[in-house]
Structure formats: structure tokens, C-alpha cells
């Protein structure tokens, strides 16, 4: 392995503090490493993970991915729950603000149970999908959303459908494929799949990638999307009505990957859909 991120480094430490307190249980180092973020504020230091809602309280994605690299590249053992001699090196050279802010999470907890207990009754909206306490199902209103993927992890772009009770996301990607594989389309799916959210793709919503080359001016983005309306839009009608008709029985959102709407050619579809006199969010 090149190197350990910081947060890697953060989680073989936090792995090693609960180790010395007999917790050694993933779920507790993930509502460890969710209580670094949340009353330690590790977030502001460098570049950490995030969570939403899941089975059994906050989870990441990222975490467990980062898990099994540790142990894979040796710095954990095979069970997840010691950091080896390896690790201990890392560990032997935390500085001393994060090292602190990892004895000061380690040091409020006695057992898995009791952080369990704590996460659950501190921050009550990371429950609503666990397994482990009963709640209410409620259905929000419908509606049509659109969000933009970019700069986002799987897990902060998870928890944003969820806090807005999304239920079917619309891909409107000609080519659904990123960089980041998280969101190409099968592990997207996947993903979505895991927190109950529905995966539709619509490619004939999408604009083929090489005339999103060379966009250098907001001229170019205008000239892109006024082309796009007098073609794809007109030619595929059917689609937006699609999209229409389940927006009026779900919370729906398009997704595209461009953070900024007015650079995203979803811009263009939630205009089209508001002409119609339909309310579109974004998120």
C-alpha cells in the first residue's frame, strides 16, 4: 500500500484505544469513528467519513471499505479487531490532537452496548432505519427532486436521499459510468438497493459525453442546453411524462453528476417539468 489517508491512520487508532477497553466490535469502532465526527469535530481537521442511517444505527460505507484494506495490507488483523505490529507503528506516530480526540471518544464508553445506547438516545434520526428499535413509517408528501453526485462520497450522497425520504432515483446519465465507482451503475444500485431506494436509468434523458467537451463559458453551457431542449427534449416526451406520472405517486429525484444545476442538463428537464405546473427541489 503507497500510503495510509488520515483517516485510515484515525480509524487503526481508534481500533487500537477500543481494543484496550475489551470493545472490539465494528459496529462499536463505527459509532466510534461517528462520535469523532459528530463531538469531536475530526471532520474539521481532515478529511473524514460520513454516515447515514442503516441497520444498526450510523454506518459507512467508507469504513468498511477502509476495514478491509487494513486488514488486507496487514495493519489489522484477520478479525478487524487489533491493530498488528504494523499498525501499532501508525499508531506510535498519531499526533498528539488526534491521538487525544481518540482517548477522549474511547474514555465516555465501557462496552459496545453503552455507545449503542448512547448514539441511539443522542442522535435519534441515525435509528430510523435500524433494526434494533421499533418506529413509526411514516410517507412524506410526494414530489420530484433533482442532486448532483459531485464531491460527494457514497455516503453522504446516501444519507442526502434518505433525510429527503427519496424512494426511486432516476439517473438521467447517457453513459452511466464515473470515475468514481461508487456511482457507476451496478454498485449505485447496489447501494441504493441496500437502503430501500429504488434505481431507474433513463439514457435517453442524457447528453452524449463528447459534447460536454470543451465547455469553457457559460455561452458554451447555454448554447449545450438550448440544443439539448430543441432535440432530446422534444424527441422524448414520453420519458419526461414518465417521470411526471411517478413523481405523483413517489419522491423521486434525477440525478446527474454536476454539482452546480445550472451546469447540468437536469436543469433543462426540471424547467421542462415545472411548465407543467410541478414543483421541483433541489437537493
Known amino acids: ?83 498488528t505490529q504494523k499498525g501499532m507503528e501508525i499508531v506510535g506516530e498519531m499526533d498528539q490532537k488526534t491521538s487525544q480526540k481518540i482517548k477522549n471518544t474511547a474514555s465516555k464508553f465501557q462496552s459496545p452496548t453503552h455507545i449503542k445506547n448512547y448514539v441511539y438516545k443522542h442522535y435519534p434520526y441515525y435509528t430510523i432505519k435500524s433494526e434494533l428499535v421499533p418506529h413509526e413509517e411514516k410517507k412524506a408528501k410526494f414530489g420530484i427532486f433533482t442532486i448532483g453526485y459531485e464531491g460527494h462520497n457514497i455516503d453522504s450522497f446516501l444519507n442526502i436521499l434518505i433525510q429527503n425520504e427519496i424512494d426511486i432515483l432516476i439517473d438521467v446519465r447517457k453513459n452511466p459510468f464515473s470515475m468514481n465507482f461508487s456511482f457507476s451503475q451496478k454498485k449505485l444500485s447496489d447501494y441504493l438497493d441496500k437502503v430501500e431506494i429504488k434505481y431507474r436509468h433513463i439514457p435517453e434523458l442524457g447528453i452524449k459525453g463528447e459534447l460536454r467537451k470543451n465547455l469553457n463559458s457559460e455561452k458554451d453551457y447555454k448554447e449545450l442546453f438550448v440544443m439539448y431542449e430543441n432535440t432530446t427534449v422534444k424527441e422524448h416526451s414520453k420519458e419526461i411524462r414518465e417521470i411526471i406520472e411517478l413523481g405523483k405517486t413517489n419522491r423521486i429525484a434525477l440525478m446527474c453528476f454536476e454539482k452546480e444545476l445550472h451546469h447540468c442538463h437536469r436543469s433543462v428537464l426540471s424547467q421542462h417539468i415545472e411548465t407543467e405546473g410541478i414543483g421541483v427541489t433541489h437537493i
Open 1 to 83: 500500500m503507497g500510503f495510509l489517508t488520515k483517516r485510515q491512520r484515525v480509524l487503526i487508532g481508534l481500533i487500537h484505544e477500543f481494543r484496550q477497553k475489551n470493545m472490539s466490535s465494528n459496529i462499536a469502532v463505527v459509532k466510534g469513528l461517528f462520535i469523532l465526527k459528530e463531538e469531536e469535530r475530526m471532520d474539521d481537521m481532515i478529511k473524514f467519513y460520513s454516515f447515514l442511517p442503516y441497520k444498526y444505527g450510523p454506518f459507512s460505507y467508507d469504513c468498511y471499505r477502509d476495514l478491509n484494506t487494513l486488514m488486507a495490507e496487514g495493519y489489522i488483523t484477520r478479525d478487524e479487531k487489533a491493530a
